[in-house]
């Protein structure tokens, strides 16, 4: 059986993977269009990877665990804090946006790079992979957001920040969600939240404790402004 395949298996088996949508984004997008050359053999181990810039892929099991989470549909419009490589990234519009659906229903990802060499290299991941034209890469800030003049329906963060940023939230429609890694910068201490606005209200849900990298910028563990 190939590497991806048992991937797949192994995580539907340990109940990681539980909807249809989430495995057939799951199959169809392959990881190893995301990992450097040097890590390409090691792209369907069930482990974070080195993607340059100090930052890294996270774990497939991680991805599609945030992913459930999110409860994601076609046609929803997702904000991604943390492109890094674009993995995840694809693996949501795989979701919001499937390859064998017509485009007029298709959804949308913007996500968000702050660092410069990331952002090009997401950028050139998705085209290379095909999600260009449903995954819009930006290269700034996105603790604080970007101004979409919509409300989005989910977000995923996929670096650690000290607390919810309020304009993250702000920035959900009603009834949306939220995934992020909320704890110390050290990568230990850190817990994943599901986080869901009920009448305008903040509801929050701690999933499992998590390692991800430290969310930088204003929002961030760099920025001026600390959770509270
Ligand atoms: N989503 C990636 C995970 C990348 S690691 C995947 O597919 O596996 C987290 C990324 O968040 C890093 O690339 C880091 O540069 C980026 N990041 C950190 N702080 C950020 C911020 N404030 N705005 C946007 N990106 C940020």
Redesign the pocket.
Known sequence: MDAHKSLVDRLLRLGIIRSERVRRAAERVRRELFVPDDYRDMAYADTPLPIG?G????APHM?FMMDELLDLEVGHLVL??????????ATVAEIVAPSDLPPHTWGTVVS????PH?ATLAHHNLEAAGYSCRVHVLNM???AGVSLRVKVDRILV??AAPDVPEPLFEMLKEGGRMVIPVGSPGMWGQDLLLVEKVDGRMVRRTITGVAF?P???RY?WSGGVRGG
């Open positions: 810039e930052q890294t892929i996270s991805v991604e804090v943390g492109a890094g490589s674009g993995y995840h990234a968000v790079e702050i660092n990331l800030d996105g603790s996929t670096a990298v969310l930088r910028g961030g």
